[in-house]
């Protein structure tokens, strides 16, 4: 029986990660018994970060970690891997003729496949996954097949279903992984991680930074408001300013930050700009700004 308590605050620890306790304890929990991870959350709340601190905590001496960003162009192929034309003629179907994907790469080796944005893989690519998924096997046909190395784990990542551009994952797949749900932190949480992230001292810029991100995310404007890293950009830039009692500083910078980060409503008179300056003036004018 692992002590799930200590084994969480060890990873905080090694990779400071600040908070995140419960969603860790899950992910260890699921992979102690060698369950595949899927980390649903929206763009920025750090599933790629605890992903990449699970993978290598978990790694060997030889830390391996085989990443997929998916897409529509995503085909089986550039999973799996394929035979080299020139190389076939040349050699045969053998091992010197043939690429190996990640997928491969990763059965074959041990290690991590951390697929990005799994929910944007086209359904045939799905279909790649399955026999490894479900039994650490994967067929290549004419060369051999694969049994998935003991230290093989996957760990996905998804954007909610609402985000333009996703595909519906297929009933097989999903039924292959362990769901695990990320929201945005606490309030707390995220003034420590801009503070750390932007490398800086000041709790007045980390706690506004903070709230204008915040106040997106709360603004009916907005369908997408900013995560993490439009604070951390908007701390960043405001404290190598040189002023941050400026209101305009503050105005210019968060422009900056935010404009692509944030989506909003359909049929908006307002322009981007102007709705993050009324955001910035109305938490500057709620907080002991001067």
Known sequence: MVDMTSLVSEIQEKFKIIGRTEELKQIALAHSVGKNILLEGNVGVGKTILAKAIAEYYGSNNFNFFRVDCS?????HNLVGY???PL??????NEDSY?????????????????????????NTQNSLLTAL?????????????????????????????????TVLGEALKDRFIWINLEYQTPEEEISIIKQEANINSDRISTISQLV??????????????????????????????????????????VMALYNKI????????????IITNIVLAVLNKTDFQ
């Open 83 to 85: 035979f080299e034309p």
């Open 99 to 123: 690429k190996y994907g990640p997928l491969a790469l990763a059965m074959l080796n041990g290690g991590c496949l951390f697929i990005n944005e799994i929910n944007r893989m086209p359904e």
């Open 213 to 254: 991100i915040q106040a997106t995310r709360d603004s009916t404007s907005i369908r997408r408001g900013s995560s993490i890293r439009g604070g951390i950009d908007l701390a960043t830039l405001i404290d190598q300013y040189g002023n941050s009692r400026s209101t305009k500083n503050w105005v210019e910078v968060a």
């Open 134 to 166: 479900d039994e650490g096997i994967l067929e290549i046909p004419k060369l051999e097949t694969i049994k998935a190395h003991n230290d093989f784990f996957v760990i996905a990542t998804q954007n909610p279903a609402a985000h333009v551009g996703v």
């Open 72 to 76: 529509e162009e995503l085909l089986p």
């Open 263 to 274: 989506e909003l409503e359909d049929g908006l008179t307002q322009s981007k700009k102007e």
């Open 88 to 93: 076939v003629i040349a050699k045969g179907y």
